[in-house]
């Protein structure tokens, strides 16, 4: 099954774009994962190619229009059927590593990307459309976070990564921050590798990281380290 990435997009131009190289480019020349970006203003119907308009009761920016975003949406699932659809928005629940582990399982995804001030808001009640985001920042639009949650998918796919279990200990994987890495030169610039890691014995390795892994989540992610404790608490 070929992993199908559909961005629904005003700059088409930017897919693949960093996707093409690489990881995640190897896995598009071998047809791993496929890209088949969208123009929304395709789907526009005055002879300007209108593609938004002012806010409803006033205020800077533009808005994009629900008709031309349906027109485009029903255009992606026609030629793409069976793709949940996605929509990049600050507004949008934080996306999570175990939803794109979901996603990487799947047969792909449609990603609808915003400009300007956003979509209208109708189009969420007219189509089945999950709002996602990819943390607490504003973007100039939703195409660079669209490419972010792809590249957390595509590296999932089978044979991307070139371990099977590469992505196991990563952060997020198992509710905590990754441990610290370390390579040679032993020592560099007066500071060691720990010794614990030059010692051979894989039992006292496997303790340290994790206790790393502990130390650094409950440091710099509180919020994390709240959710692992309650996890610990609930499995005893």
Do not use: N
Not at 67 to 85: E, S
């Amino acid at each position: 099954m070929t992993f199908t990435a559909v961005p629904l997009t005003l700059y088409p131009d930017m897919f693949p774009g960093p996707l093409g190289h690489s990881m995640a480019g190897r896995a598009l020349e071998s047809g791993t994962w496929a890209c088949a970006p969208v123009h929304i203003r395709d789907f526009a119907t005055d002879k300007h190619r209108t593609v938004d308009d002012t806010p409803a009761g006033g205020g800077a920016g533009m808005v994009l229009k629900a008709d031309v975003l349906a027109a485009a949406i029903d255009h992606a699932v026609a030629a793409h059927p069976g793709l949940p659809i996605l929509a990049m928005t600050p507004r949008g629940a934080p996306i999570t590593q175990a939803r794109v582990r979901q996603l990487s399982a799947g047969p792909g995804a449609i990603i609808l990307c915003g400009r300007f001030e956003g979509f209208d808001e109708r189009i969420f009640d007219a189509r089945p459309i999950e709002q996602v985001s990819m943390g607490d920042i504003i973007l100039s639009g939703g195409e660079m976070g669209a490419l972010l949650l792809l590249d957390a998918c595509i590296r999932l796919l089978p044979g991307v990564m070139g371990a099977s279990a590469s992505g196991d200990d990563e952060s997020f994987e198992q509710g905590l921050l990754e441990y610290p890495h370390y390579t040679r030169p032993v020592s560099w610039e007066g500071r060691d590798i720990p010794d614990v890691l030059r010692s051979g014995d894989h039992k006292k390795i496997a303790a340290w990281r994790r206790e790393q892994a502990e130390r650094d989540t409950e440091a710099r992610r509180p919020d994390l380290w709240a959710a692992y404790s309650a996890g610990r608490s609930g499995a005893r």
